[in-house]
């Protein structure tokens, strides 16, 4: 299997050099050449509910290009043999009833509480498995405002060949959101607070990934949401929820969404032959992918806005460029011709063919920080079910969709344990989600953060002193 940029103009590469290459060097994200069906027969179909996720992951990894490791990758994330600690219980991701045909997929119980992890536990043992194979190291940079850093650090935390700098804005993440990524206590991991906001971080990482010299130095790699692996990974549980619940036809999901990335990951499984009805897209006051189902115009904000439900607060989706790309007929140079426009003007109008296309797949909706809290009343007073604020757009999208889902059972994706918003959750529904036993010490864990001021120079000089990949 081999992977094309959607920008056309660099070179196909295998599997695992999309993953440690992260963006295509002509600007573009990678796409396989082809979409593999997995589990093409009914009685396939029927096994994959039973299926371990990591058999399922094996599977998934092995039709993408991860050739004969995929199973032992697969087995390190989910399913590790004693004495090494497992990420997640035996059900990787579990499906709650909260309804008649409405379900809740969990996917929060990995290290760091977020749906994150579930890709990220994956790209650890992907790392160390294709750097041993290389005789390289990485230094792993990232920004984040939320969930991201935890979820990477959980991952790296430890790792033979990979050196993990993390940069968060100064008082800008939640309390339990620092000390995912300050109490690992491991030595190639490094958070540092940057005194500014989430924008002059991804500046100084933009910065940092551009002068090519340090880059090249440092050994640079990224784990943001366009990583194929993460698409990858995330594509799993989508197949396990689907053939699980597909018993008299294709399964609706609704998804909470910012950068498209697990969105995407379910078209992706559905072009694979999972079971998957429509997808609708749950975005919060940030509309823009709301904005471009509904209107055909795909436009920047001016501005994020702060929403109760914060790792969705973005600008642009960056995986919608994947889509696009499908939905244009993988025409490389009309999406070129469409993202030079949008570097231009901040924004274009999706050609009417392929605006019709993703229509076929895709519906949308944006739900208001007001809706989210009533959302949030509504499925704690009637079932007893306490939604983190991503969960809860999502489950306000189920119940508003414009047209109506017509079939059930749909499956609304839960992305964070309401422990990870303990103020929210509590102020809304009464309730003070306590933090799962394998974290509870979480509080009383030392941290270890570096402050620093918003200068790519001075990051640049805390890189070089600490990564073992420098030469
Ligand atoms: C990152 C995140 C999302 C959005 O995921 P995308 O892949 O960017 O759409 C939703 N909910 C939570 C809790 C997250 O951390």
Request: charged share 20%; proline share 7%.
């Amino acid at each position: 299997m081999r992977y094309l940029s959607t920008r056309g103009q660099a070179p196909s590469v295998s599997f695992f050099e999309a993953v440690l290459a992260g963006m295509a060097p002509d600007g573009g994200l990678y796409a396989p050449e082809s979409f593999p069906i997995v589990f093409a027969d009914t009685a396939e179909r029927a096994n994959v509910a039973s299926m371990s996720f990591s058999f399922t992951a094996s599977q998934v990894l092995a039709a993408f290009g991860a050739g004969a490791s995929a199973a032992h990758l697969a087995s390190d994330a989910y399913l590790p043999n004693p004495p090494a600690p497992r990420a997640f219980p035996m059900h990787v991701a579990p499906l709650v009833q909260i309804g008649p045909g409405e379900w809740v997929l969990e996917l929060f119980h990995g290290p760091s509480l977020s749906f994150k992890d579930i890709a990220m536990q994956l790209i650890g043992p992907l790392y160390d498995h294709a750097l041993a194979q290389q005789g390289r190291r990485l230094s792993v940079l990232c920004a984040t405002s939320g969930d991201t850093g935890g979820a990477a650090v959980e991952a790296l935390k430890g790792r033979e060949r990979v050196d993990l700098f993390v940069l968060t804005p100064k008082g800008r993440v939640s309390e339990v959101q620092r000390r995912f990524m300050t109490t690992s206590g491991a030595a190639n991991v490094h958070a540092l607070e940057i005194d500014g906001d989430f924008d002059a971080c991804q500046a100084i990482v933009k910065a940092l990934f551009a002068d090519a010299a340090f880059a090249a130095r440092a050994q640079l790699s990224g784990v943001n949401s366009i990583n194929w692996a993460r698409i990858a990974a995330q594509s799993v549980y989508y197949h396990v929820a689907a053939n699980t619940l597909s018993a008299h036809g294709p399964v609706n999901f609704v998804v909470p969404t910012g950068n498209f990335g697990d969105a995407y990951s379910g078209w992706v499984a559905k072009q694979m032959g999972a079971p998957i009805g429509r997808i609708v897209l749950a975005v919060n006051a940030n509309d823009i992918l709301y904005r471009a189902v509904k209107t055909g115009r795909y436009e920047r904000a001016a501005r994020s806005q702060a929403t109760l439900s914060p790792a969705m607060d973005i600008q642009v989706a960056s995986n919608f460029e994947r889509i696009l790309f499908e939905a244009l007929g993988r025409d490389d140079a009309a999406l070129r011709a469409l993202y030079a426009g949008f570097a231009q003007s901040g924004g274009f109008e999706i050609p009417p063919a392929a605006l019709a296309r993703l229509r076929e797949d895709f519906d949308a909706v944006s739900v208001s920080d007001a809706d989210t809290e009533k959302a949030m009343q509504a499925v704690y007073g009637d079932v007893g079910y306490v939604a983190c604020p991503h969960t809860a757009v999502a489950l306000e999208a189920l119940w508003t969709v414009d047209p109506p889902l017509d079939a059930r059972p749909v499956v609304s994706l839960a992305t964070a344990h309401p422990a990870k918003f303990p103020e929210t959750v509590a102020r809304i529904t009464g309730v003070h989600p306590p933090l799962p036993a394998k974290c509870a010490d979480l509080f009383s864990r030392s941290e270890s953060l570096a402050p620093l001021p918003a200068d790519g120079e001075a990051v640049k000089a805390y890189i070089r002193a600490r990564s073992r990949a420098w030469s």
